[in-house]
Structure formats: C-alpha cells, structure tokens
C-alpha cells in the first residue's frame, strides 16, 4: 500500500474549505439557537421614492406570485418545519387598493412587525431576484433587525447569490446568504441548526466575519426540482387584480386571473450579458410534463387562474418534451392561455411547435433576438443567428393570434451607430408587433461584467436600472426638461462608425424604439395586429401619461380602424401634451411628426 500526496493547491483548497466551514458552522451556531419556525418575505418591489400613487392604482407595477419562495416553504413543510410567507409587495398593493385616502407606502412595516409578533418566528428568509430590488430588501432586513436585533436574517435569490460580497458589505442586517438554488441547501442550514445534520451537509452559503467574506459556494445543481409551489394562505388568486403578471396582461380580459408556472431551469445559451448560468450552472433542468400539467389544473380550481405567464429561461429547450408539454395542455382541455414573457431561443422555432403552441392557449411570446448585427450576436454568445430569427418570424407570422415582440438591446461594448442600424433594419424586416428595448445592463457574475475594468463597467450599471419604463429616469428627464430641453439630435443619421457616449444611448434608444415600434405603424394594414397594437398602446398611454408620441400613434391607430372621432380626440390631447413640453417639441420636429396631427 502506498498513499500518494495530494497536490498541494488541492490539499490548500480543502484545508482553506475546512477553516471556512468552522467559520461559518460557529457563527451559524452563535446567531441561531433553534430554528422551527420560519418567515419568508418578498420586500415591496417598486421603491417610495418612485412609487406613484396613480399608476399603482392603474395596476401598473408588477405583482409576481413569489413563486421561489413558495418552492422553500414547500420543502419546509415537506421537513417538518412550520413556514409562512410574507409578500410586502402583495401588501403594499393591497393597501392602497383597499384605502382611499388614507394609504402610506410605509404600510409594509406594521404588516410585517404584526406578522413577527403573531408568527414569533426563530429566522427570517427574506429574497431578492432583481438587482434594482436590492434597497428595498436591505430596508426590510433593516426594519427587522432594528427592533429584533437576535432574529437571524438569510437572504436569498438570483441578486445575493451573484452579488453576494457586496450585498454582506452593504447591508449588515443581513446574517447569511443562501447561494444558488434553495431548494435542499435551506433546509439543510435549517437542520444544522437543529443540530439534526453535521458541518459536512452545509452548502450553498455565505457570511461576513470581521468583514471578510466566507462561503461555501460548491455550487451543486437541483435535480429535484418538481415540488409544486406551496403559497400558504397568500391569495393568489387576487394578485392579478393589484398588478401586472407578465408582458402580456393588456391583452387578456380584466377579469382573467393570471398566474407563473415553471416549466425548466437553466438555460442552453450563455450570453455574455446574462446571469442564468452564473445562477443556476451550465444547461436545462425539466419537470415532468405530467406535475406542471397537473400543477396547471389544481391552479385553476384552488383560484381560478386560466393564464399562465411561464417562468422559464428556455421553455423550448428539448423540443420532443415541449410538444409534449403542449400537447398536454391541449389534450386536457383546460381552456387556458399563456405566454412566454421571458422570451424563446428563436432557434427552436419550428411550425409544428408554434401550431401546437397556439392550440394550446398561446397568446404572447418574445423572442430574444437583441441585435441585429451578426458580429454582435456571435461576441455576446447569443445561440440564435439572423437566419433563424428571420425563419422564426416567418413562421410565426402565419399565427396572427399570437402577439410576437422581439427584445432588442444598445449599448453594447463599442457597438458603433452603424451595427444599431443594423438592429432597426433586422427588426423591420422581421415585423415583429412589438419590440421591447433595453440600454445594455451590467449585471453581477455576467461575463461582459468579468470583462469590463471597473471603470468601464459604469455603464447603466444598476442605478440607472429604471431609466427606461414606467417608473423611470426617463420621465424624470421628460419632466425636468418641459421648459427648456436639452439639444436633440437624430443620431442614427450620424457617422455609422461612432460608438455612441452614455449620455448619447438614451437618444438612441429613443430613436429605436420609435423607428421598430412606432414609424412601423404607419404601415400596418393587417385588422388583427392592429387591434392587438391598440391595446398594447393604450396600456402604454395609461402607464406613461402625457406621452404625446403614443397618442398621436394611439390616434392613426384608431384612424386606420375607421374611428375618426377617437382618433380626432386623440390627436387634439396629443397636441395638447405636446404644446406643454419642449422636450417633446424637439422630439417632434426632428422625426418630422407634426404633419400627423
Ligand atoms: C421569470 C423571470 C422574470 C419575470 C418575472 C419574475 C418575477 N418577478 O417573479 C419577468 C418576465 C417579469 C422578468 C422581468 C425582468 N427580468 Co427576469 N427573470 C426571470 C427568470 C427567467 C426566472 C426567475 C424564476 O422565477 N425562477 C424560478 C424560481 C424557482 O427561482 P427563484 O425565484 O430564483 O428562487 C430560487 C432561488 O433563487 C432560491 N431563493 C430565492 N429566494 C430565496 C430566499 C431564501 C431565504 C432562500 C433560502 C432561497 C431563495 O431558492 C428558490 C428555489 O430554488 C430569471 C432567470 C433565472 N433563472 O433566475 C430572470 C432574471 C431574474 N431577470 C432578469 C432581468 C434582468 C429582468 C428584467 C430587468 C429584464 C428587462 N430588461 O426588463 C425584468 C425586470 C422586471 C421587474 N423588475 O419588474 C435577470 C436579473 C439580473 C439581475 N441581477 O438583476 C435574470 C437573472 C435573467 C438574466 N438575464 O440574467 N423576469
Ligand atoms: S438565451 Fe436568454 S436566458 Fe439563455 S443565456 Fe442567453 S440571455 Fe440568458
């Protein structure tokens, strides 16, 4: 018998592993005594500052069932553990829909203090997907921490886990990060508390001690990922009359209760700009097409849900089981729809997958197309070419019943105005319906962020996440420049060899946006696409008051269906908008839109 030496980098990692684990199991041990029961709470998505009254009462904001804590509460329960969920955001909204007058934001903190003192619990799980959601979670641990200062907080979600050093360093409230998938990792710290597991079994944890960083982040995928959501007493059912589930809740019938459901985890792809694979590792996961199916049925008796928005990375990954999946859904009957608001890989689309899909309740469904240029697309690893969006759109063109929108992204590293050109013309061509478009964001653990010196990483980095939208930067700019605008320029017409500067990109996203969504319009003819556009303009007129730009296509909208007298209306409130901005002004002489009115 010999023994052979381990090599010394190797025998170093397990030694360093050994010494993080004492450091984590002893501070895991000096904060957590017991742990049976537990809270879990969603933090209020919108933050005060940007939260308007008027739109969240026109159900603009975003009312996500938390479908990933729903999955911990399940396992759990599953491991005997009492859990309860929390949903600031739900609360939140529910409030202000329920009171008049005398509605503050601040109601999430007697909602959830209430909930403590009833609940008693002995840890908080508290989550964050989004980047641009991290104040908030660091304001509810805070809340909590402020007046229970022994209660041990763990966060968790796609954020902490890609952004984990920083989120330890910038909120001290917060105990431990739970990395990556949650579903066994949690229950596992839960059960080291217990003491009902050994040091060994923990995994997929973080912590800061004497501010340096520990964790354990021997990332091992879930392969047991078929539990089925577990709500708890959250109403779910309600959630679609408090906000918005999906991209596509303008198209259904106010009174459709619409859910998530998850079919895959992970994603094929590996796009330079996305964190999917830094999350959730390399390749697909699938649930048995009979649970999500099943999964599907018992939603719609528990609440009455008969839209599903799917909360897959690549819901067509494997495209046997995704006719399967869909085949499924039409062979039981169930009278629903769906869509696919976080886009398909448009290198999946076949006719014989978009037939079964439309026949199985499909109403809406992006693809994530986002450039138009061939060097582009190949520098971002994007795993669809020009030639399959352009197969894909013609495919999908033959189904006037599904609303199709493309998302386009600028920005990229050194894009020049030339290759963005590129991006408007591809998506002319393709004749999507609508097109949704991003300034590049510089996500935490992507490899364009790898890539980027810190310096350069500035980019539209996650402080500037809300420019464009709704709640944005953007109508702050509009607002603040109503009297005296700043110089505007048609930049597309520039030299196609400059890379556009920072400050230059919002015009262009500007300009694009109006170019594939907007100018496209005036050319429009087919009586389905242009209803189905009506409807997506009026929720934009609703969701952006004042635009004059989307009335005025609001207006030819409604010109082109034969409705002269809306249409009249809606050009004379367009003017009316645009004679009290100069920001709009110059936006209108530049495109050459005041013969329209
Ligand atoms: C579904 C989805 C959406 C949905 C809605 C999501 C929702 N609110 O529920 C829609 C389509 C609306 C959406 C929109 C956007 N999305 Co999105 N989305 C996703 C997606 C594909 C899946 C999320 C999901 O539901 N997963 C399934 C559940 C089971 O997982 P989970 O919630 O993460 O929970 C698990 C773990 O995280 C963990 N966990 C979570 N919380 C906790 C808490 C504790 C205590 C513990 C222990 C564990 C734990 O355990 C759970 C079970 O394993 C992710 C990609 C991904 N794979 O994560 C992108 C992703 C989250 N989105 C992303 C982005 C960028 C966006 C947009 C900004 C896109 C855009 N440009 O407009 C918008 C922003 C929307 C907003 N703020 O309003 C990025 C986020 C990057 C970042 N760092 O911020 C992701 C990661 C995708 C990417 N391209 O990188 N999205
Ligand atoms: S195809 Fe979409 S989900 Fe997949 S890696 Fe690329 S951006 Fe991420």
């Known amino acids: 018998m010999y023994s052979v030496a381990l090599p010394i980098k190797q025998h170093d990692l397990l030694e360093i592993q050994d010494a993080t684990r004492e450091v984590i199991s002893d501070k895991i041990t000096t904060v957590a005594h017991v742990c049976n029961r537990i809270l879990l709470v969603t933090p209020p998505q919108v933050p005060e500052e940007y939260f308007d009254v008027e739109m969240a009462r026109q159900k603009r904001y975003p009312a996500f069932p938390p479908y990933g804590l729903s999955i911990i509460n399940k396992r759990l329960h599953e491991n005997g553990y009492v859990s309860e969920i929390i949903d600031l955001n739900y609360e939140v909204l529910a409030s202000l829909h329920s009171t008049r007058r005398s509605f503050h934001y601040s109601v999430w903190q007697s909602k959830l203090q209430k909930r403590i003192e009833e609940f008693k619990p002995d840890l908080i799980g508290i989550t964050c997907m989004f980047s641009m959601t991290a104040p908030q979670m660091y304001k509810v641990a805070e809340f909590i921490k402020k007046s229970y200062k022994n209660l041990p907080i763990i966060a968790g979600g796609v954020h ?78 309600e959630y679609h009359t408090l906000g918005k589930i999906g991209a596509y809740h303008w198209l259904l019938d106010d009174k459709v209760c619409a859910s998530a459901i998850l079919s895959n985890r992970g994603c094929r792809g590996s796009c330079t700009y996305c964190s999917v694979n830094a999350f959730c590792g390399r390749g697909v996961r699938s649930r048995k097409v009979q649970v999500i199916v099943d999964e599907m049925e018992c939603l719609k008796e528990k609440y009455n849900i008969t839209h599903f928005m799917w909360l897959d990375d690549d819901l067509l990954y494997n495209r046997r089981r995704a006719l399967e999946l869909f085949h499924a859904i039409v062979k039981r009957n169930m009278n629903i729809s769906w869509d696919a608001s976080n886009g398909v890989i448009a290198a999946s689309i076949t006719p014989e997958i978009v037939d079964v899909a439309y026949k199985s309740g499909c109403i809406g469904l992006h693809l994530g197309i986002e450039s138009g240029n061939q060097k582009i697309l190949a520098s971002i690893r994007k795993p669809s070419d020009l030639d399959d969006y352009r197969t894909a759109a013609a495919i999908l063109k033959q189904y006037p019943g599904i609303f199709t929108k493309g998302f386009l992204m600028v920005g990229f590293t050194d894009e020049t105005i030339g290759q963005v050109l590129d991006t408007v013309n591809l998506a002319l061509e393709l004749q999507l319906d609508w097109y949704p478009i991003q300034i590049l964001t510089v996500f935490p653990s992507t490899e364009i962020q790898k890539s980027l010196s810190d310096n350069a990483g500035r980019r539209m980095g996650f402080k500037d996440k809300f420019f464009i939208g709704a709640t944005g930067g953007q109508r702050l700019r509009e607002k603040n420049e109503k009297v005296e605008a700043k110089e505007f320029k048609n930049l597309l017409a520039a030299d196609p060899h400059i890379v556009p500067s920072d400050e230059q990109l919002k015009d262009i996203w500007f300009l694009v946006d109006y170019k594939v969504n907007y100018e496209r319009i005036l050319t429009e003819e087919r009586i389905i696409k242009l209803n189905m556009i009506k409807k997506m303009l009026r929720d934009i007129c609703n969701r952006v008051p004042e635009n004059p730009l989307s009335t005025l296509f609001f207006g030819i909208l409604e010109e082109k269906l034969g409705k002269h007298r809306a249409s009249q209306e809606l050009k004379v409130q367009a003017k009316t908008y645009l004679d009290n901005s100069t920001y709009w002004q110059k936006r209108f002489e530049v495109l050459n839109l005041y013969r329209y009115l």
């Open 160 to 237: 902490v886990t890609t952004a984990a050093r920083t989120v330890l360093a910038e909120c001290r409230s917060i105990d431990f990060i739970s990395l990556y998938e949650g579903d066994t990792s949690f229950v596992a710290i839960i059960d080291f508390i217990n003491k009902k597991t050994t040091v060994d079994a923990l995994r997929h944890i973080a912590t800061q001690q004497k501010s340096r960083y520990f964790s354990l982040d021997n990332q091992l995928r879930e392969y047991d990922i078929d539990a089925v959501p577990d709500y708890g007493s959250l109403p779910i059912g």
